[in-house]
């Protein structure tokens, strides 16, 4: 049985502890905003939050995550009001299909918790999501946005 806390919500899984994270979050909690994208950890389009960190879930099992607290885009938010990463997504009008952006958000949102205010080379070296529709550079000045939103600019 592993217990775990996902958008603030105790749950229990009794099933097969190494299916995918990704799958439990899609299939049994029904939250359809993490995506499948590769599979072998190398789009970032499965990237939720463990315990504040950003990784990726279709590589880690759901036995990994027995006791720990998952945050997906859905829980991103505080009720009403946007974290300032989707704050700024909107104001810079970052996605285009849309498919990679939860996975970008939330490798965005964890970064800005280690790196408040980061350079256009942490932001290359630290933001290794994918993204095909090559939103590349609103994605970083939405990253600077998002910065000074949080500091309060
Ligand atoms: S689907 Fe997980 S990294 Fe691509
Ligand atoms: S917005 Fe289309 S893949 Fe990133």
Redesign the pocket.
């Known amino acids: 049985m592993v217990q775990l806390t996902v958008n603030g919500e105790s749950r229990e899984f009794s099933g097969d502890e190494e299916m995918p994270l990704l799958w439990y979050l899609r299939e049994d909690a029904g939250l359809k905003g993490v995506k499948f994208g590769c599979g072998i950890a190398q789009c970032g389009a499965c990237t939720v939050h463990i315990d504040g960190q950003a990784i990726r879930s279709c590589v880690t099992p759901v036995a990994a995550v027995d006791g720990a607290s998952i945050t997906t885009i859905e829980g991103l938010s505080d009720g009403e009001t946007l974290h300032p990463v989707q704050q700024a997504w909107i104001e810079e009008d970052v ?7 939860a996975g ?1 958000i939330m490798a965005v949102a964890a970064m800005l918790e280690e790196t408040p205010n980061p350079s256009d080379d942490d932001i290359d070296r630290n933001l290794t999501n994918i ?3 090559g ?1 590349y550079y609103r994605l970083r000045k939405a990253v600077h946005r998002a910065a000074s939103l949080k500091r309060g600019g």
């Open positions: 996605a285009q299909c849309g498919y990679c952006q970008q993204c095909r529709c939103t």
